[in-house]
């Protein structure tokens, strides 16, 4: 196969495999705001705690796979507390206080990261399953970042059919359209935004466990990755699964193949493209509200 | 709606003496810190301006302020111009932008003017942070402070320097105060208030919020110009949203919409960054802990709640007058 070829389509997966990443950060940021009107800025600090409790675990339990399914329950258990201490009491306080009292939060989480890990990047192996190489599509590329892509093409298609198809996603398709009709119904409205909230805040520490053997962890990792999540929330529609789908993919690929083909503006182009989607299309490419 | 109450004037003029005693009686550090504080008071001004009576929460203004700073610096470094057309360039260049922004997201509401205007922000950002020309994110270096020397003033002087910030924050108190007591400043309170009502009784709501937008960007366009006189070098950090975030804040834990509020702010961060860096590196926690208490707390900010209390005690005690000793039975 050609040079370019192959540099073509190991561009292709990392740019699916940024966007999973992005997907599975998203996910919790739309729901959130979706369901409970929140717009939760510390999302990012939840991811960097996933990461970072991720690294703990593997280094105490010496294996990955624990990490990977404690880290995101240990994240979730903190989502719970800043739940029921702060979120319910500004869930109808206007976006200015959520704004500002979860930008507080990122300052906490910041330093906190910083007291109990330190400044310095951490890493993680991969796990010894998925470490080297992998041929695909004739190229090889690491078998950890098709993992990655294996896992956000998974969960995408699990969360796509539960909202589709079962009784659990119609009630929360309903609770999105008109969440006062929805309970009116019958659906327990708060408890439903209640464990929709846990499994947004769990899949962003399991974004960061899984992101640690390929990015490192930082202290700012939860600032660096917060901006491009929300404008995949934004340029979808706030509030809509598919939109976050489709989001991802379009800031996934913007970024990675825009760092090849147009190097230092491609940023330009998804500020831009975020610009014009709230100046022309507030509501998002696919709104959530039919 | 804005009042230029005596407690403000005091609590402005208070605020000014200190800052120019502590700049007089102390040392080179203590009037770096002063210039520091003027600066982003100014900045803490222009923001509250169209977030405090007009409900447009900017995130770009450290963009316009940046942009400003490499407007100066670039109109002396790059074309070697005199600092005083660099001034209107930078000042003119902040104008420009604000008021294509403004008009652009004069459309938008709530969350979603946030995050169009940190897009807008952030486009700046990456521009200039891109630019060869500019430096790139190295930043650029030689960048002369204005030449005074005909009125007397030696601006190399510190003190001289951190007089003549203090001065030029007042002067922009008095422009904002003079603007928001107008019927222009009357018209923005009203679109604070209800935007949909003021569009019902005629007013061209998208044109009065650009202007007041573009006004305030003038403000802070410069303090942009004084900051790039002050460090005498320029780089793209000036323009990150992460600064913009920081005003904001300083806004907030002053007292949004009291307009001296944020001046008070701003002096009390940077004081506080600067002893709670003494004891400690980690001092983002503690400015993360005391904002989200502060909007806990109604969100009034330090002055707004003061004020608050203050009219509180008025009402009670005007209540206690008016029925007598009955209130006391």
Redesign the interface.
């Known amino acids: 196969m050609s040079g370019s070829a192959v540099f073509w389509i190991t561009q292709l997966l990392n740019a699916l495999q940024y966007s999973m990443l992005l997907f599975l950060l998203s996910i919790g940021l739309t729901v959130i705001f979706g369901l409970l009107h929140f ?1 939760n800025l510390a999302h990012g600090a939840l991811y960097a705690m996933g990461a970072y409790i991720g690294i703990s675990l593997a280094l105490r339990t010496g294996s990955y796979w624990v990490a990977l399914v404690l880290a995101p329950v240990a994240v979730t258990l903190i989502g719970v507390v800043l739940y029921l201490l ?1 979120i319910r ?2 869930r109808h306080a ?4 959520q ?3 979860t ?6 989480f ?3 990261i ?2 109990l890990w330190g400044d310095i990047a951490l890493g993680m192996d991969p796990p010894a399953a998925l470490r080297g190489m992998t041929s695909i599509f004739g190229v090889r590329y690491p078998t950890y970042r098709l993992f990655i892509i294996g896992m956000g093409i998974l969960i995408m298609v699990v969360l796509l059919v539960t909202l589709a198809r079962s009784q659990i996603g119609a009630m929360i398709r309903a609770g999105v359209e008109n969440d006062q009709m929805a309970a009116c119904l019958g659906i327990n409205v708060e408890r439903l935004f209640f464990a929709v909230f846990c499994l947004g805040c769990a899949l962003a520490g399991l974004a960061g466990v899984v992101a640690v053997p390929v990015l490192s962890a930082t202290p700012g990792m939860g ?1 660096d990755i917060l ?1 491009p999540a ?2 995949v929330v ?1 340029i979808g529609g706030l509030g809509s699964l598919h939109g976050a789908i489709l989001g991802s993919f379009i800031v996934g690929f913007m970024a990675t193949i825009g760092a090849v083909l147009l190097p ?2 491609n ?2 182009l998804i ?2 493209a ?2 014009a989607i ?2 022309f299309r ?1 509501q998002g490419l696919i709104p959530a509200r039919g | 709606m804005f009042r230029q109450t005596p407690i403000r004037t005091g609590a402005g003029i208070a605020l000014i003496a200190g800052l120019a005693i502590h700049a007089s009686r102390g040392g080179y550090f203590d009037r770096e810190i002063v210039i520091e504080i003027a600066i982003l008071a100014m900045l803490a001004i222009s923001l509250d301006i169209v977030a405090g009576f007009g409900r447009m ?1 900017s995130l770009c203004h450290g963009a316009i302020f940046g942009l400003a700073a490499y407007g100066y610096g670039t109109a002396i470094v790059k074309f070697g111009l005199p600092p005083s057309t660099g001034l209107v360039i930078g000042i003119a260049l902040a104008i420009a932008f604000g008021a294509l922004v403004g008009a ?2 004069a ?2 509401v ?3 003017y ?3 205007t ?3 922000g ?2 700046a950002y ?2 200039i942070f ?1 630019s060869r020309w500019l430096g790139g994110d190295d930043g650029m270096t030689g960048v002369r402070r204005m030449d005074l020397s005909l009125i007397g003033l030696n601006m190399r002087d510190s003190l001289t320097f951190a007089l003549v910030c203090l001065a030029v924050l007042v002067l922009v108190y008095i422009a904002a105060a003079v603007v928001l007591r107008s019927s222009f400043g009357r018209t923005l309170s009203g679109i604070h208030a209800n935007e949909a009502r003021m569009r019902a009784v005629g007013i061209n709501t998208r044109m009065h919020k650009t202007a007041a937008f573009a006004f305030s960007a003038a403000l802070a366009g410069i303090a942009g110009v004084l900051k790039a006189q002050h460090t005498m070098f320029v780089s793209p950090e000036l323009l990150f ?2 600064l913009s ?1 920081e005003v ?2 300083i806004v ?1 834990l002053g007292g949004i919409g009291t307009l001296i509020g944020p001046a008070i702010g701003a002096t009390l961060l940077v004081l506080l960054k600067h002893e709670v860096s003494h004891y400690t ?5 503690v ?6 208490l502060a ?2 707390a109604g ?1 009034r900010g330090l002055f707004g709640e003061f004020e608050y209390r203050l009219a509180r005690w008025r009402a009670r005690r005007r209540a206690r007058r008016g029925t007598g000793g009955a209130a006391d039975a």
């Open positions: 717009v702060l009491r500004l206007g976006p200015l206080s704004v500002l009292v930008f507080g939060l990122i300052f906490v910041l330093d906190v910083r007291i600032t901006i929300l404008i934004v230092g503006i940023s330009v500020f831009a975020l610009a709230l100046v507030p | 929460i652009i997201c459309g938008t709530g969350i979603f946030i995050m169009a940190l897009a807008f952030q486009i990456v521009l891109e949203w992460t975030g904001l804040i907030i590196v980690y001092w983002h926690v400015v993360g802990a005391v904002l989200i909007v806990l969100g």
